[in-house]
């Protein structure tokens, strides 16, 4: 390999090193753990003040929006049996309904409460497994039994 | 017309893999009549699912709700064009026009060529029809379009209402125009590894292919994020969402490859370099589509989890094994005999160009997959956000920017020093002239300033490559200014055409670091009447309104934005309930200059009309998309072939 070949080489090593250094301390610094809620539930008091994506569904009618800024929002996720209540401040975005999936990231306050500071619920039935039609089975019953004799 | 769009594609499905079984006999005994019985059988499976395809839309438009399809994603009300934009909304659907999108495209491609590369056609027809059988296998079995119910719903449950949008309905098919759009590539690369034809014409067959799918795919993914940024509300339009990821990966791979080929066409360099490239851009669409559909990411994008995972799974297993395979077996043939001789060169930039691009997409790669990857290790989810992606990412992108302007003037193999002076002086100056300048009016901090300053010097080297050439053009040929700049660009369309989408690129760039970084908020609870101060506007709330429109309930707010004393625009916040939905949907205002883009959510409101708004402050947002038409214009441009002549009058450097 000549001397200018190397040279080729070894500055794209450094590159390569470089970068790679920014993705292992990329991760190192801002990775978090990723649980259910059960799961969380079951660990509460090492997981204080550490940041987490906790998985779940709202549990229904704890959707509570404040009445002076309409921003600080509080809602419960559950899941496995257990729940976790979570605050958020900021708009949440128009999925969160009661029993939609949620991912929220936060950290776990000493009183148990998620502090949320980001919220996802799942984009509705793009491509659900299954969907539910039986309320649509009614009006088509309901129909055939209008026509037939 | 069920019947005939279910047996449409079972006839397919046998076809194609008649065609598939043809094709390679045709090749390994070398039989002309089987090749060309294969060549009609590309054409009669695509006929097959067009006419599946076509049956759907008809499906689709005169609501047959007895198909479970069309009841989950129409219902009567739905404007024709969001019945029809229906065959992308739901899961079963998007894979026909992935199947119809594929055949297209291969009968465009064996038509074309039905004169040309008679050893690697046999091979494009094998590899497309392979993949044309697994996505209608998928339907026959897993996913089926034309399903139908037991009983016949009078109404449907209609598409969700955040697709029933513009921009929404074409995001789409963009996006497919540009996956499937690199199995052809992919296809002439394995014809020519299985063919033992390696020399540089299968790069000739496959260039415009590349180029027609990078376009759409630019555009596909730009449209999303531009989607997300008008129809979400949350000041954004890019969440390093894994569904996201999944359309940039291959994206990168596939810039990094329409790069590395010119170094293989000039110097026959890079040759196993470039058909991993291929076949690492197939992969990460194939990797893409079964990322968005298996569930084992969690995503906005939700999909839930279904059987279809592990079926893409072994797919993509096989085409790797057999690609990959098929490389090592023809390695011997591959390696090229000119080296690498300076890192100030070309041939280095393009390769550091690559490297870059590369390491990014492994970056994104990982970020994405880590939850899966260290779930199967140690047994706990471990998830990283946009922090990871954006500390990553910034840095390499800053690096790929100073590529950019670096690499199109540098000298082939070895740059001398008055090479580089001549090419990089002016460009520097302006680079690092912007950079005092805007260091001067403390204009942002250090990343900001060196986007800045690389953007200026990369526009520098495209106006200097301009000017030097149509200066030498015009005196050369005796033509006026612009005579000789049409007739420059037009002549070598592919290195100009390259030089507008390198600029579209920068302005995209000047966008994003603008909008990012200089991104401003604010909230405020106000009663009618009352302002709130956001940059140098006043916001003023004057009512909030109900009422109906097309069965819509609305929700709406008007804000007066001052400057200074002056009322400039009124902005108009919604919220809209949709019957049949769960959930409302917000309707974001925006008031967009090339300055900034004024963005205001209605978050929420009383029954005293008092209401509380989110607004921000967006700077330069409109460069992205401007950005974009302006690649759009250079990729097109680039996409037409020149002439091969000599170049008179055009200095080389």
Redesign the interface.
């Given at each position: 390999m000549g001397i200018r070949r190397k040279q080729v080489v070894i500055a794209a090593l450094i590159v390569a090193s470089a970068l790679g250094y920014l993705i292992v301390t990329g991760m190192r610094d801002t990775m978090m753990f990723y649980y259910t809620v059960s799961e969380v539930t079951a660990q509460l008091d090492t997981l204080s003040e550490v940041p987490l994506r906790v998985a779940g569904k709202v549990v229904a009618g704890t959707i509570q929006v404040s009445e002076s800024n309409h921003l600080d929002r509080q809602f419960v996720i559950q899941e496995g049996g257990t729940e976790i209540p979570v605050t958020y401040h900021g708009i949440t975005p128009d999925t969160l309904v009661d029993g939609a999936d949620a991912v929220v990231e936060g950290t776990l306050g000493a009183d148990g409460v998620l502090h949320a500071t980001f919220v996802m619920a799942k984009c509705p039935s793009k491509y659900a497994a299954e969907t539910d039609l039986s309320k649509y089975r009614e009006a088509g019953v309901a129909a055939r039994e209008q026509t037939s004799p | 017309m069920i019947a005939l769009g279910h047996s449409a594609l079972v006839a397919a499905f046998a076809t194609a893999a008649y065609t598939f079984a043809v094709a390679l006999l045709g090749a390994h005994r070398r039989q002309p009549a089987l090749v060309a019985s294969a060549r009609n059988g590309v054409y009669v499976t695509s006929g097959l699912v067009v006419i599946a395809a076509a049956s759907m839309l008809w499906l689709l438009a005169n609501d047959r709700?007895v198909v479970?399809y069309v009841?989950?994603n129409s219902r009567i009300a739905q404007p024709l064009i969001y019945k029809m934009s229906a065959l992308w909304?739901?899961?079963a659907g998007?894979l026909l026009l992935w199947t119809v999108v594929l055949c297209v495209y291969s009968t465009v491609a064996t038509w074309s060529n039905r004169r040309r590369h008679p050893e690697l056609m046999p091979y494009v027809y094998a590899v497309c029809m392979f993949t044309a059988m697994f996505f209608i296998a998928l339907q026959l079995f897993a996913a089926d379009p034309f399903e139908t119910?037991p009983?016949?719903?009078?109404?449907?449950?209609g598409l969700?209402p955040?697709?029933q949008n513009p921009a929404m309905a074409i995001h789409p098919p963009n996006l497919y125009l540009g996956f499937v759009g690199f199995t052809i590539p992919f296809a002439f690369a394995i014809g020519a590894l299985a063919s033992g034809r390696l020399d540089t014409s299968w790069l000739h067959a496959i260039r415009r292919w590349t180029i027609v799918a990078w376009f759409f795919l630019s555009i596909g993914i730009t449209l999303g994020a531009q989607w997300a940024y008008v129809e979400?509300?949350?000041g954004g339009y890019w969440g390093w969402d894994p569904v996201e990821n999944a359309s940039l990966m291959p994206w990168l791979v596939a810039t990094a490859y329409l790069h590395s080929v010119m170094i293989e066409e000039k110097k026959q360099m890079l040759r196993v370099w470039n058909m991993l490239m291929v076949i690492a851009t197939f992969a990460l669409c194939i990797f893409g589509t079964f990322l968005?559909?298996s569930g084992i990411v969690?995503s906005?994008?939700?999909?839930?989890?279904?059987t279809l995972g592990p079926l893409f799974a072994i797919f993509l297993a096989i085409i790797l094994a057999v690609s990959l395979g098929l490389v090592a077996w023809r390695l011997p043939d591959l390696r090229s005999a000119n080296?690498?001789?300076?890192?100030l060169s070309r041939e280095?930039s393009f390769?550091?160009n690559n490297?870059?691009l590369v390491?990014s997409c492994?970056?994104v790669l990982?970020?994405t997959m880590?939850?899966v990857i260290s779930e199967a290790v140690n047994g706990?989810?471990?998830?990283?956000?946009p922090?990871?992606f954006n500390?990553?990412n910034v840095?390499?992108f800053l690096?790929l920017l100073a590529l950019t302007g670096i690499g199109p003037l540098i000298a082939w193999r070895?740059a001398s020093w008055p090479s580089l002076r001549r090419a990089f002086v002016w460009p520097s100056i302006a680079g690092s002239g912007t950079m005092v300048v805007l260091l001067v009016m403390r204009v942002g901090g250090p990343y900001a300033l060196m986007c800045m300053g690389l953007s200026a010097f990369v526009v520098g080297t495209v106006v200097q490559e301009f000017w030097r050439g149509m200066r030498a053009r015009a005196s050369a040929n005796n033509e006026s200014w612009h005579q000789a700049l049409v007739g420059l660009t037009l002549r070598n369309k592919r290195r100009y055409g390259g030089y507008i989408i390198h600029v579209g690129i920068v302005l995209m760039a000047v966008g994003i670091t603008g909008s990012s970084v200089f991104q401003s908020e604010v909230?405020a609870?106000l009663r009618p009447g009352e302002t709130v101060d956001i940059g140098t506007y006043r916001l003023q709330y004057e009512e909030l309104n109900h009422f109906q429109t097309s069965g819509v309930d609305v929700s709406s707010a008007s804000l007066v934005a001052f400057d200074g004393d002056d009322p400039r625009f009124r902005l108009v916040p919604q919220r809209h309930f949709h019957p049949g939905q769960?959930?409302?949907?917000?309707e974001v205002a925006i008031w967009s200059s090339l300055r900034h883009d004024l963005y205001i959510?209605l978050?929420?409101?009383?029954a005293q009309q008092t209401?509380?708004f989110?607004a921000y402050l967006n700077p330069l947002v409109k460069w992205i998309w401007i950005g974009l038409a302006v690649l759009a214009l250079g990729t097109i441009l680039a996409m037409f072939p020149d002439r091969r002549h000599s170049q008179v009058g055009i200095a080389n450097y």
């Open positions: - | 709700f479970r009841a989950e909304g739901g899961m998007s119910l009983f016949t719903p009078l109404d449907g449950r969700n955040l697709l979400l509300g949350w968005t559909r969690s906005v994008h939700a999909f839930t989890t279904s080296q690498l001789e300076s890192v280095s390769l550091f490297l870059v390491v492994f970056a990982w970020g880590f939850p706990v989810k471990i998830t990283v956000g922090p990871f500390r990553v840095p390499i690096l070895r909230e609870t769960e959930n409302p949907t917000t959510v978050a929420g409101w009383d209401a509380t989110k």
